[in-house]
Protein backbone atom coordinates (compact mmCIF):
# COMPACT_ATOMS: atom_id res chain seq x y z
CA UNK A 1 0.00 0.00 0.00
CA UNK A 2 1.29 3.27 -1.01
CA UNK A 3 0.47 6.70 1.23
CA UNK A 4 1.18 9.89 0.68
CA UNK A 5 2.59 12.21 3.74
CA UNK A 6 0.58 14.84 3.84
CA UNK A 7 0.08 17.92 6.90
CA UNK A 8 -2.30 19.15 8.79
CA UNK A 9 -1.95 22.32 10.60
CA UNK A 10 1.64 20.91 11.81
CA UNK A 11 0.56 17.38 11.83
CA UNK A 12 1.67 14.60 9.73
CA UNK A 13 -0.58 12.12 8.60
CA UNK A 14 -0.37 8.97 5.67
CA UNK A 15 -3.31 8.39 3.53
CA UNK A 16 -4.26 8.24 0.31
CA UNK A 17 -4.19 11.98 -1.27
CA UNK A 18 -7.37 12.73 -3.50
CA UNK A 19 -9.27 15.21 -5.02
CA UNK A 20 -12.54 14.18 -4.25
CA UNK A 21 -13.17 12.67 -0.92
CA UNK A 22 -13.31 8.76 -1.51
CA UNK A 23 -15.20 6.98 1.00
CA UNK A 24 -13.17 3.91 -0.55
CA UNK A 25 -9.92 4.55 -0.35
CA UNK A 26 -7.83 2.31 2.02
CA UNK A 27 -6.93 5.23 4.22
CA UNK A 28 -9.63 8.00 4.18
CA UNK A 29 -8.47 11.85 4.40
CA UNK A 30 -11.05 14.34 3.99
CA UNK A 31 -9.57 17.72 3.63
CA UNK A 32 -12.82 19.41 3.74
CA UNK A 33 -13.10 18.70 7.14
CA UNK A 34 -9.84 20.31 8.50
CA UNK A 35 -12.51 23.36 9.81
CA UNK A 36 -14.08 20.64 11.45
CA UNK A 37 -10.98 19.54 13.17
CA UNK A 38 -9.62 23.11 13.55
CA UNK A 39 -13.10 24.10 15.83
CA UNK A 40 -13.24 20.72 17.59
CA UNK A 41 -9.21 20.95 18.86
CA UNK A 42 -10.07 24.64 20.10
CA UNK A 43 -13.19 23.35 21.58
CA UNK A 44 -11.36 20.57 23.90
CA UNK A 45 -8.36 23.21 24.72
CA UNK A 46 -11.01 25.44 26.14
CA UNK A 47 -13.06 22.91 27.62
CA UNK A 48 -10.01 21.27 29.68
CA UNK A 49 -8.13 22.78 32.41
CA UNK A 50 -5.90 19.76 32.14
CA UNK A 51 -4.47 16.89 29.74
CA UNK A 52 -7.38 14.21 29.75
CA UNK A 53 -7.77 10.94 28.45
CA UNK A 54 -9.08 11.15 24.88
CA UNK A 55 -10.55 8.68 22.63
CA UNK A 56 -11.00 8.99 18.97
CA UNK A 57 -13.14 5.96 17.71
CA UNK A 58 -13.12 5.91 14.27
CA UNK A 59 -9.73 7.63 13.58
CA UNK A 60 -8.98 6.33 9.91
CA UNK A 61 -5.66 8.43 9.28
CA UNK A 62 -5.18 9.12 12.61
CA UNK A 63 -5.40 13.04 12.30
CA UNK A 64 -7.80 13.78 14.60
CA UNK A 65 -6.22 12.10 17.21
CA UNK A 66 -2.96 13.41 16.59
CA UNK A 67 -4.19 16.54 16.78
CA UNK A 68 -6.17 16.18 20.00
CA UNK A 69 -2.54 15.19 21.48
CA UNK A 70 -2.21 18.63 22.93
CA UNK A 71 -4.90 18.06 25.12
CA UNK A 72 -4.10 14.13 25.63
CA UNK A 73 -2.54 12.73 28.58
CA UNK A 74 -3.73 9.55 27.46
CA UNK A 75 -4.69 9.28 23.58
CA UNK A 76 -6.60 6.17 22.44
CA UNK A 77 -7.17 5.61 18.57
CA UNK A 78 -9.01 3.05 17.07
CA UNK A 79 -10.13 1.47 13.40
CA UNK A 80 -11.12 -1.57 12.46
CA UNK A 81 -8.89 -1.48 9.03
CA UNK A 82 -5.07 -2.48 8.62
CA UNK A 83 -4.55 -0.03 6.83
CA UNK A 84 -5.25 2.36 8.94
CA UNK A 85 -3.75 0.98 11.73
CA UNK A 86 -0.63 0.83 10.05
CA UNK A 87 -1.32 4.17 8.66
CA UNK A 88 -1.81 5.82 12.32
CA UNK A 89 1.33 4.06 13.59
CA UNK A 90 3.39 5.67 11.23
CA UNK A 91 1.98 8.88 11.79
CA UNK A 92 2.27 8.63 15.29
CA UNK A 93 6.33 7.91 14.39
CA UNK A 94 6.56 10.98 12.56
CA UNK A 95 4.53 13.39 15.04
CA UNK A 96 6.20 11.44 17.98
CA UNK A 97 3.48 11.09 19.74
CA UNK A 98 2.09 7.81 22.02
CA UNK A 99 -0.85 6.41 21.79
CA UNK A 100 -2.49 3.22 22.41
CA UNK A 101 -3.83 1.80 18.65
CA UNK A 102 -6.65 -0.38 18.68
CA UNK A 103 -7.84 -2.26 16.15
CA UNK A 104 -12.03 -2.92 16.83
CA UNK A 105 -15.38 -2.25 16.29
CA UNK A 106 -16.00 0.91 17.65
CA UNK A 107 -19.38 0.19 19.32
CA UNK A 108 -17.64 -3.21 21.20
CA UNK A 109 -14.64 -0.86 22.32
CA UNK A 110 -17.14 2.34 23.51
CA UNK A 111 -19.38 -0.82 25.38
CA UNK A 112 -16.41 -2.08 26.83
CA UNK A 113 -14.30 0.60 28.48
CA UNK A 114 -17.26 2.40 30.18
CA UNK A 115 -16.51 5.92 32.19
CA UNK A 116 -12.72 5.81 30.63
CA UNK A 117 -12.65 8.77 28.12
CA UNK A 118 -12.78 12.65 29.45
CA UNK A 119 -13.42 13.29 25.24
CA UNK A 120 -14.90 10.36 23.15
CA UNK A 121 -15.07 11.60 19.65
CA UNK A 122 -16.83 9.63 16.89
CA UNK A 123 -16.59 10.62 12.73
CA UNK A 124 -17.97 7.85 10.98
CA UNK A 125 -19.24 6.98 7.52
CA UNK A 126 -22.61 8.60 7.42
CA UNK A 127 -24.73 8.59 10.38
CA UNK A 128 -23.35 7.98 14.30
CA UNK A 129 -26.30 6.67 15.02
CA UNK A 130 -25.06 2.90 15.77
CA UNK A 131 -22.39 4.18 18.31
CA UNK A 132 -24.47 6.44 20.21
CA UNK A 133 -25.53 3.79 23.25
CA UNK A 134 -22.35 2.89 23.82
CA UNK A 135 -20.64 6.24 23.66
CA UNK A 136 -23.23 7.42 26.02
CA UNK A 137 -21.74 5.75 28.48
CA UNK A 138 -17.41 5.81 27.57
CA UNK A 139 -17.78 9.53 28.47
CA UNK A 140 -16.57 10.30 31.77
CA UNK A 141 -18.66 12.87 33.96
CA UNK A 142 -18.09 16.03 33.01
CA UNK A 143 -16.55 15.20 30.22
CA UNK A 144 -16.84 16.10 26.38
CA UNK A 145 -18.34 13.67 23.57
CA UNK A 146 -17.80 14.68 19.48
CA UNK A 147 -19.94 13.77 16.80
CA UNK A 148 -19.99 13.89 13.22
CA UNK A 149 -22.85 13.41 10.87
CA UNK A 150 -22.88 13.07 7.30
CA UNK A 151 -26.52 11.46 6.47
CA UNK A 152 -28.00 14.41 6.28
CA UNK A 153 -30.73 13.92 3.55
CA UNK A 154 -33.07 12.10 6.61
CA UNK A 155 -32.76 14.91 9.07
CA UNK A 156 -32.47 17.88 6.58
CA UNK A 157 -35.32 16.60 4.88
CA UNK A 158 -34.91 15.42 1.39
CA UNK A 159 -35.99 11.62 2.67
CA UNK A 160 -38.68 12.36 5.12
CA UNK A 161 -38.83 8.99 5.50
CA UNK A 162 -35.77 8.21 6.39
CA UNK A 163 -36.00 10.56 9.06
CA UNK A 164 -38.84 9.20 10.54
CA UNK A 165 -37.61 5.73 10.48
CA UNK A 166 -34.42 6.53 12.18
CA UNK A 167 -34.75 9.52 14.36
CA UNK A 168 -38.07 9.06 14.84
CA UNK A 169 -38.60 12.92 14.22
CA UNK A 170 -40.81 14.52 11.32
CA UNK A 171 -37.97 17.30 9.11
CA UNK A 172 -38.74 20.06 7.24
CA UNK A 173 -37.28 20.39 3.57
CA UNK A 174 -37.20 24.34 3.41
CA UNK A 175 -34.75 26.59 3.42
CA UNK A 176 -33.21 26.54 6.78
CA UNK A 177 -33.19 22.31 6.75
CA UNK A 178 -29.92 22.37 7.71
CA UNK A 179 -30.71 23.72 10.92
CA UNK A 180 -33.77 21.64 11.55
CA UNK A 181 -31.76 18.78 10.70
CA UNK A 182 -28.84 20.02 13.64
CA UNK A 183 -31.73 20.44 16.23
CA UNK A 184 -32.86 16.56 15.43
CA UNK A 185 -29.33 15.61 15.64
CA UNK A 186 -29.34 17.11 18.90
CA UNK A 187 -32.56 15.37 19.67
CA UNK A 188 -31.53 12.21 19.21
CA UNK A 189 -28.08 12.70 21.36
CA UNK A 190 -30.03 14.00 24.44
CA UNK A 191 -32.28 11.17 24.07
CA UNK A 192 -29.53 8.80 24.31
CA UNK A 193 -27.96 9.69 26.96
CA UNK A 194 -30.94 10.26 29.00
CA UNK A 195 -31.32 6.72 28.41
CA UNK A 196 -28.41 5.80 30.68
CA UNK A 197 -29.86 8.76 33.09
CA UNK A 198 -26.99 11.02 31.66
CA UNK A 199 -27.71 14.90 30.26
CA UNK A 200 -26.08 15.99 27.25
CA UNK A 201 -25.71 19.77 26.81
CA UNK A 202 -24.33 21.04 23.25
CA UNK A 203 -21.83 23.39 22.93
CA UNK A 204 -21.02 23.63 19.65
CA UNK A 205 -22.60 22.51 17.26
CA UNK A 206 -22.55 23.84 13.88
CA UNK A 207 -23.45 22.89 9.99
CA UNK A 208 -20.71 23.29 6.97
CA UNK A 209 -20.63 21.73 3.82
CA UNK A 210 -21.81 18.17 3.77
CA UNK A 211 -21.36 17.41 7.42
CA UNK A 212 -23.15 18.50 10.95
CA UNK A 213 -21.31 18.59 13.98
CA UNK A 214 -22.02 18.32 17.66
CA UNK A 215 -19.65 18.80 21.09
CA UNK A 216 -21.84 18.92 24.15
CA UNK A 217 -20.62 18.16 27.42
CA UNK A 218 -22.18 15.18 29.70
CA UNK A 219 -23.16 15.30 33.15
CA UNK A 220 -24.78 12.90 35.42
CA UNK A 221 -27.65 14.05 36.16
CA UNK A 222 -31.28 13.08 36.23
CA UNK A 223 -32.55 16.85 37.31
CA UNK A 224 -30.14 18.25 34.74
CA UNK A 225 -31.89 15.50 31.72
CA UNK A 226 -35.77 16.29 33.36
CA UNK A 227 -34.61 19.95 32.67
CA UNK A 228 -33.63 19.40 29.12
CA UNK A 229 -37.59 18.11 28.51
CA UNK A 230 -38.27 21.64 28.19
CA UNK A 231 -35.75 22.01 25.15
CA UNK A 232 -37.34 18.84 23.18
CA UNK A 233 -40.36 20.38 21.03
CA UNK A 234 -41.30 21.38 17.51
CA UNK A 235 -40.78 23.83 15.04
CA UNK A 236 -43.46 25.76 13.17
CA UNK A 237 -42.23 27.39 9.52
CA UNK A 238 -45.14 29.47 7.71
CA UNK A 239 -44.31 28.82 3.71
CA UNK A 240 -45.94 31.96 2.57
CA UNK A 241 -44.50 34.29 4.54
CA UNK A 242 -41.29 32.63 5.81
CA UNK A 243 -42.55 32.96 9.61
CA UNK A 244 -41.13 30.76 12.34
CA UNK A 245 -40.51 29.70 15.57
CA UNK A 246 -39.84 27.11 17.83
CA UNK A 247 -42.61 25.72 19.12
CA UNK A 248 -46.16 23.83 17.78
CA UNK A 249 -48.13 26.26 16.04
CA UNK A 250 -51.43 25.12 13.75
CA UNK A 251 -51.14 28.31 12.19
CA UNK A 252 -49.19 31.40 11.11
CA UNK A 253 -49.01 34.18 14.13
CA UNK A 254 -48.55 36.60 11.33
CA UNK A 255 -50.60 36.04 8.66
CA UNK A 256 -52.93 33.26 9.35
CA UNK A 257 -51.90 30.80 6.74
CA UNK A 258 -51.50 27.02 7.96
CA UNK A 259 -47.96 26.10 8.98
CA UNK A 260 -45.90 22.96 8.60
CA UNK A 261 -44.21 21.66 11.69
CA UNK A 262 -40.65 19.80 12.07
CA UNK A 263 -39.92 17.67 15.27
CA UNK A 264 -39.54 16.54 17.61
CA UNK A 265 -35.84 18.80 18.05
CA UNK A 266 -34.37 20.79 19.96
CA UNK A 267 -35.13 24.11 20.48
CA UNK A 268 -32.31 25.34 23.43
CA UNK A 269 -29.43 27.22 22.39
CA UNK A 270 -26.58 25.17 19.97
CA UNK A 271 -23.95 27.02 21.13
CA UNK A 272 -22.25 28.06 24.18
CA UNK A 273 -21.19 31.51 24.13
CA UNK A 274 -18.80 31.52 26.50
CA UNK A 275 -16.78 28.89 24.99
CA UNK A 276 -16.74 30.16 21.27
CA UNK A 277 -16.13 33.51 22.34
CA UNK A 278 -12.71 31.68 23.81
CA UNK A 279 -12.06 29.38 21.03
CA UNK A 280 -11.64 32.77 18.93
CA UNK A 281 -8.66 33.28 20.54
CA UNK A 282 -7.00 29.84 20.01
CA UNK A 283 -7.92 29.77 16.05
CA UNK A 284 -5.05 31.85 13.79
CA UNK A 285 -6.62 34.94 12.17
CA UNK A 286 -4.88 32.72 8.73
CA UNK A 287 -7.40 29.73 9.49
CA UNK A 288 -9.30 32.08 7.83
CA UNK A 289 -12.73 29.90 7.13
CA UNK A 290 -12.10 28.38 10.86
CA UNK A 291 -11.57 32.04 11.87
CA UNK A 292 -14.95 33.19 10.45
CA UNK A 293 -16.95 30.23 11.36
CA UNK A 294 -15.93 30.39 14.80
CA UNK A 295 -16.94 34.06 15.04
CA UNK A 296 -20.05 33.20 13.82
CA UNK A 297 -21.42 30.66 16.19
CA UNK A 298 -20.22 33.45 18.95
CA UNK A 299 -22.23 36.22 17.21
CA UNK A 300 -25.70 33.52 16.78
CA UNK A 301 -25.41 31.62 20.23
CA UNK A 302 -28.08 33.66 21.84
CA UNK A 303 -30.19 34.52 19.00
CA UNK A 304 -32.95 31.08 19.08
CA UNK A 305 -35.30 32.09 16.11
CA UNK A 306 -34.08 29.54 13.35
CA UNK A 307 -32.32 31.60 10.56
CA UNK A 308 -33.85 33.51 7.94
CA UNK A 309 -33.12 32.98 4.40
CA UNK A 310 -32.64 36.82 2.70
CA UNK A 311 -33.85 35.62 -0.45
CA UNK A 312 -36.92 34.08 0.65
CA UNK A 313 -37.86 36.96 2.77
CA UNK A 314 -37.33 39.27 -0.07
CA UNK A 315 -39.57 37.24 -2.38
CA UNK A 316 -42.32 36.70 0.51
CA UNK A 317 -42.12 40.84 0.97
CA UNK A 318 -42.16 41.06 -3.21
CA UNK A 319 -39.06 43.37 -3.36
CA UNK A 320 -35.50 42.70 -4.17
CA UNK A 321 -32.82 41.24 -2.23
CA UNK A 322 -31.03 43.75 -0.39
CA UNK A 323 -27.37 43.39 0.59
CA UNK A 324 -26.78 40.89 3.62
CA UNK A 325 -24.81 43.06 5.68
CA UNK A 326 -26.80 46.52 5.01
CA UNK A 327 -29.56 44.23 5.88
CA UNK A 328 -27.87 43.07 9.52
CA UNK A 329 -26.79 46.54 10.25
CA UNK A 330 -30.08 48.40 9.76
CA UNK A 331 -32.21 45.21 11.82
CA UNK A 332 -29.08 46.04 14.56
CA UNK A 333 -30.18 49.85 14.26
CA UNK A 334 -33.53 49.24 14.94
CA UNK A 335 -32.27 47.34 18.48
CA UNK A 336 -32.97 44.24 17.42
CA UNK A 337 -30.16 41.36 17.92
CA UNK A 338 -29.00 40.46 14.41
CA UNK A 339 -25.96 38.56 12.47
CA UNK A 340 -25.16 36.73 9.39
CA UNK A 341 -25.74 33.18 10.07
CA UNK A 342 -22.42 30.38 9.68
CA UNK A 343 -25.74 28.21 8.25
CA UNK A 344 -25.69 29.65 4.83
CA UNK A 345 -24.08 32.71 2.85
CA UNK A 346 -27.77 34.43 2.79
CA UNK A 347 -28.64 33.76 6.09
CA UNK A 348 -29.83 36.04 9.09
CA UNK A 349 -30.62 35.50 12.28
CA UNK A 350 -32.03 37.84 14.35
CA UNK A 351 -35.24 38.14 16.77
CA UNK A 352 -37.15 40.65 15.30
CA UNK A 353 -40.85 39.86 14.14
CA UNK A 354 -41.07 39.07 10.00
CA UNK A 355 -43.49 42.09 9.08
CA UNK A 356 -40.45 44.43 10.23
CA UNK A 357 -38.57 42.10 8.18
CA UNK A 358 -40.66 42.61 5.47
CA UNK A 359 -40.67 46.29 5.81
CA UNK A 360 -36.94 46.08 6.05
CA UNK A 361 -36.30 44.36 2.55
CA UNK A 362 -38.54 47.22 1.12
CA UNK A 363 -36.42 49.90 2.88
CA UNK A 364 -32.96 49.17 2.65
ZN1 LIG B 1 -47.39 33.40 7.45
Known sequence: MSL???????????????????????????????TNRDLSVAAAKVYFDEDV?????????????????????????????????????????????????????????????????????????????????????????????GLTA????????????VGRRRYGSAPLKNEFMHESGLRIYIKEVYRAFARHNRSFKPLLCFHQGHYSRLMGSVYDS????????????YLSFCPECRWRRLERAEECRNCGSSVRNAGPL????????????????RIPESWNESKELVDRLEAEADIPTPFYDL?????????????????????????????????????????APIDQLHDLCREV
Open 4 to 34: DEIEERGAILYAEKQDEPNTHAEVFYNPEMR
Open 53 to 145: AVLDATAASGVRGFRYSGVAEELVLNDTSDSSVDAIRRGLDANNLDAEVVQRDARRLLADRQFEFDLVDVDPYGSFLPFLDPAATAVRREGLI
Open 222 to 233: KQGANRNLDNIG
Open 311 to 351: HELASAADTQCPPIDDFVGELRETGYPATRSHFSHTGVKTT
Open 150 to 161: TDLAGPAGSYPK
Open 266 to 281: WTGRISDSRLTSDMAG
